[in-house]
């Protein structure tokens, strides 16, 4: 809390992003009904993703033994551990190896035991407990020939690898019915490309990471334009998330009202967030989109909410200009800076749900304008159907954007009933108010066609009456 009462641009950051797509490939195993896929950094040796044919291989994983490729091995005379091959160097050839980095062995030594054990690729685990989700390049030390290494050298998380060691592994399997070692038969690696990526930052205080590709160009562009047109200055609105307006001076907001009407389009874009984060689609706000001009910025705050509580956010950067992002009060200063279709997800509470101090953030002011960011808020709880299917409806007509009328009568419903019960009855009253009107207009609509059905009768009625009438006088 301390490094967000000092001035922000005093503060020492760790800037971020720091991982590229040149980086990014997927390990990739199941068929096509079920496929799970890991992020994995491709070494600074080795195939590049640039080299698809090189890189791309699929076969067994295959655990090193000993795992981190020295075991109780000595050093020589120099201190330099022994590179040789592998305890089980007939199992791994041709298969892919999983090394762990904590043996004291440099990234291209562990590449030499690998092809000196046949491996056709080597995936080394970041043995990090403090960072679980940690991935990095490995690099070739000083005084170090990677020249000779041919063969691809990736890297996954400690959270990944225990993904991939018990992915073949169901509950109250036996010991001896595990099949190697959990794993699956064949996995795929191959360039990522512009997939979604991640890149951790904080583990926790707060949780915080990035996804990268999280939107394509051509998707942030959509959203933009959509967006412009029913952009205006922050107001107090609670229902649209403009609760602290002080810490938005002059920044300029809507709220995308589509809930479950979305285009599919959007809705593609909805089930791939759904999908990379894990956060269910139920429980998520619409697009917030924020506009900032040259020189404005959003103050150090809080993602707060009266009664709802945002979990989390999720900010994604629909241009590449504008302020860059800060965490003054994470254990380390962080800096993200804007790289359009990228998202930063940070966590506002604890495991418990309790407001998380560190999770204060701010976006500094630009020399360059307009930038426009989209957010959207996971709440603890499912977003109520009044607000996913009846306020876009009533949105809809106005072009996507709520009229005045509806967010004045929500605070007249929270300012009547208190902030328990007002959200409840307005909801309530969002989804039975239009059903009234439906139902009244259906109504006034059967009148009306039954009006004309009786007058059509009593025309044919009198019709008859003439032609009866024409026929006696003819008798």
């Excluded at 041709?94 to 690729?121: F, I, P, Q, R, W």
């Excluded at 089930?271 to 900032?292: C, N």
């Excluded at 003054?328 to 800096?335: F, G, H, I, W, Y």
């Excluded at 809809?396 to 009229?403: D, E, H, T």
Aim: charged share 25%.
């Amino acid at each position: 809390r301390g490094a967000a009462s000092k001035n922000l641009h005093d503060l020492d950051y760790i800037v971020y992003p720091q991982r590229t797509e040149e980086e990014a490939a997927v390990l990739e195993w199941g068929h096509s009904a079920i496929i799970s896929a890991l992020d994995a950094s491709v070494a600074l040796f080795g195939p590049q993703t640039t080299e698809a044919a090189l890189l791309e291989v699929e076969c067994m994983p295959i655990l090193a033994s000993p795992l981190n490729g020295v075991g109780n091995r000595e050093e020589d005379e120099e201190g330099n551990l022994p590179v040789q091959e592998l305890d089980n160097a007939d199992d791994v050839h041709g298969n892919m190896v999983v090394m762990t980095d904590n043996g004291g062995l440099s990234a291209v030594e562990m590449a030499k035991v690998a092809k000196l054990s046949g491996a056709a690729a080597l995936l080394v685990v970041n043995i990090d407990e403090k960072r679980p989700d940690d991935i990095y390049r490995l690099e070739v030390m000083e005084g170090e020939d990677a020249e000779d290494i041919d063969i691809p050298v990736v890297m996954i998380s400690l959270n990944s690898a225990n993904v991939l060691t018990t992915a073949t592994v169901t509950a109250n399997m036996a010991k001896e019915d595990i099949v190697n070692n959990g794993m699956p038969d064949r996995v795929r690696l191959y360039a990522g490309g512009d997939r979604p990526f991640f890149e951790d930052v904080e583990p926790t205080d707060p949780t915080l990471y990035l996804i990268h590709n999280l939107m394509t160009e051509e998707e942030a562009d959509s959203l933009l334009q959509s967006a412009k047109p029913k952009l205006s200055p922050i107001t107090d609105d609670v229902l649209q998330f403009s609760n602290d307006k002080e810490n938005f001076e002059n920044v300029q907001r809507t709220v995308m009202w589509q809930g479950m009407l979305q285009t599919p389009a959007r809705k593609a874009v909805e089930e791939r967030i759904e999908q990379v984060t894990g956060f269910p689609a139920a429980h998520h706000s619409d697009f917030v989109i924020d506009r900032l001009d040259a020189g404005t910025h959003w103050k150090p705050h809080y993602d707060t909410h009266p009664y709802l509580i945002p979990m989390a956010t999720i900010t994604v950067f629909l241009t590449d200009n504008g302020g860059d992002v800060v965490f003054p009060s994470a254990k380390e200063p962080v800096k993200i800076t804007p790289t359009k279709g990228m998202a930063i997800v940070h966590h506002n509470t604890d495991n418990k749900h309790n407001m998380d101090l560190s999770s204060v953030h701010a976006m500094m002011a630009s020399s360059e304008g307009p930038t426009y960011v989209a957010r959207k808020f996971i709440f603890t709880t499912p977003v109520s159907n009044a607000r996913r299917i009846a306020l876009p409806v009533v949105a809809l007509p106005f072009g996507g954007k709520l009229p005045g009328f509806v967010p004045a009568f929500h605070d007249f419903m929270v300012e009547k009933f208190g902030i328990e019960d007002g959200p409840v009855y307005f909801d309530k009253a969002c989804v039975f108010i239009p059903l009234l009107i439906f139902l009244g207009i259906a109504q006034l609509v059967a009148d009306r066609v039954q009006g004309k059905g009786d007058k059509k009768k009593d025309t044919k009625k009198k019709d008859e009456g003439k032609k009866k009438k024409r026929k006696g006088k003819k008798d």
